[in-house]
């Protein structure tokens, strides 16, 4: 059974978007960029662990004020959790991401989540 963290919890869902989905939601507002993070049964699945090894994990990141969860609604970024997630698409996947944004689309994202 793999090590869980939150850390690798965003991995996997950029690695989601990218190369699993090549598709990502983005929620542009007044208070900066939301992301629909993947269902947990979702990223249970890709990283092959049980749905139940997941669920603490998603208290811990609500908690760290990451995500939230609405009912019916899903999962998403909070500014702090999308800043994370554009993070690791910046340093690890930005071929990926300026090949599915565009680089200019890309390269604004960034600014938006820096400032």
Excluded: W
Aim: glycine share 4%.
């Amino acid at each position: 059974m793999p090590a869980l963290s939150v850390e690798i919890l965003f991995k996997a869902a950029v690695k989601l978007f990218f190369i699993e989905e090549h598709a990502i939601s983005l929620t542009f507002t007044d208070k900066g960029i939301r992301i629909r993070f993947p269902t947990t049964r979702r990223l249970a699945e890709y990283l092959n662990v049980p749905h139940y090894y997941i669920l603490p994990y998603f208290a811990m990141m609500e908690e760290q004020n990451l995500v939230t969860r609405e009912e019916r609604v899903g999962i998403h970024t909070t500014n702090e959790g999308s800043m994370k997630i554009i993070k690791i698409m910046n340093e690890e996947f930005s071929n990926d991401a300026s090949a599915l944004f565009g680089p200019e689309i890309f390269q604004q994202i960034c600014k938006i989540a820096e400032a």
